[in-house]
């Protein structure tokens, strides 16, 4: 998938994000991509001079010292080439700094956690990423393979969805990859506004058909699928019927205090998913 040449992986040195990093590795090594890693510590913002500068700047810098290693090693082990560096700071601000000073085309990050809060919550820090950038985020569970054979790409005919419409035809393209498209009507609606129900159940008709029509124009075939219930378990319960390797979805940065907010739809689908979710966020 020659789309993402320039991968930005944050490490921290968590199982997930050596799992990650891994997989990005692979990913890059498939795809003639670059990979850059990114450890992030925390600045210092205290009076340097009531304490040995030195010591002060080590006990800082020294951890994102480390994790540079360990990445450099990890990619080492396997042949791949890898930059890495360390930086200070807010990790969410640093990783979109990065990610846009370098003009990375991805950003790839591990996600772990799988009691009801950290699925609900999704990780602060990925939150507050995909809130920000305005570049493709894919998330990586812990134990998940990176891949694109079998993609499931969810869509409500938003104009973010239509952005993860397109990066699925161009995954599939480039990939020969298999696309189900699947849109959700919320359960709620079907006994409280059954007439409300049915406009969206058409309007879904009607969005899938124009995604269907999209990739048959870029030689891509899609499967459609109309689904009843709570969106995020649907979409989790498909990809698993249909045994997908990625699930593809569309979002948009937030403002203000929104941007704090979990739960979204994306946001829980993320939280609940044992596969890889790419998050597209919309073109202006």
């Given at each position: 998938?020659?789309?993402?040449?320039?991968?930005?992986?944050p490490y921290d040195g968590s199982p997930s994000g050596r799992w990650a990093l891994m997989e990005a590795l692979q990913m890059a090594k498939?795809?003639?991509?670059?990979?850059?890693a990114l450890a992030i510590v925390p600045g210092y913002v205290g009076d340097l001079?009531?304490?040995?500068?030195?010591?002060?700047?080590?006990?800082?810098?020294g951890p994102g010292r480390k994790l540079v290693s360990e990445a450099k090693e990890m990619a080492a082990s396997q042949g791949i080439p890898?930059?890495?560096?360390?930086?200070?700071?807010?990790?969410?601000?640093?990783?979109?700094?990065?990610?846009?000073?370098e003009r990375c085309d991805l950003i790839v990050m591990g996600r772990?956690?799988?009691?009801?809060?950290?699925?609900?919550?999704?990780?602060s820090v990925t939150a507050r990423v995909i809130g920000h950038t305005n570049k493709d985020v894919l998330v990586v569970p812990e134990g998940a393979r990176i891949a694109w054979g079998n993609i499931l790409l969810a869509t409500d005919g938003s104009r973010f969805s239509e952005s993860?419409?397109?990066?699925?035809?161009?995954?599939?393209?480039?990939?020969?990859?298999?696309?189900?498209?699947?849109?959700?009507?919320?359960?709620?609606l079907l006994p409280e506004a059954p007439a409300a129900a049915v406009d969206m159940t058409e309007r879904a008709k009607a969005v899938l058909e124009s995604v269907?029509?999209?990739?048959?124009?870029?030689?891509?075939?899609?499967?459609?699928?109309?689904r009843e219930g709570d969106p995020h378990l649907v979409i989790h319960d498909v990809a698993s019927q249909i045994h997908a390797d990625v699930i593809l979805m569309g979002s948009h940065g937030r403002k203000g205090l929104t941007r704090l907010l979990m739960g979204s739809v994306t946001e829980r689908?993320?939280?609940y998913s044992f596969i890889p979710v790419l998050v597209v966020h919309a073109t202006t």
């Open positions: 998938m020659e789309m993402y040449k320039k991968i930005l992986v498939t795809n003639k991509s670059w990979v850059k001079e009531l304490f040995g500068v030195s010591n002060i700047k080590e006990t800082i810098e890898l930059l890495a560096d360390f930086e200070q700071g807010e990790p969410y601000e640093r990783i979109v700094h990065v990610a846009e000073e772990h956690g799988l009691s009801h809060v950290e699925r609900e919550l999704m990780g993860a419409t397109k990066r699925a035809i161009e995954i599939a393209q480039g990939s020969s990859s298999r696309i189900t498209a699947v849109s959700v009507v919320p359960a709620e269907k029509e999209k990739a048959a124009s870029s030689g891509v075939e899609v499967e459609i699928l109309i689908v993320i939280g």
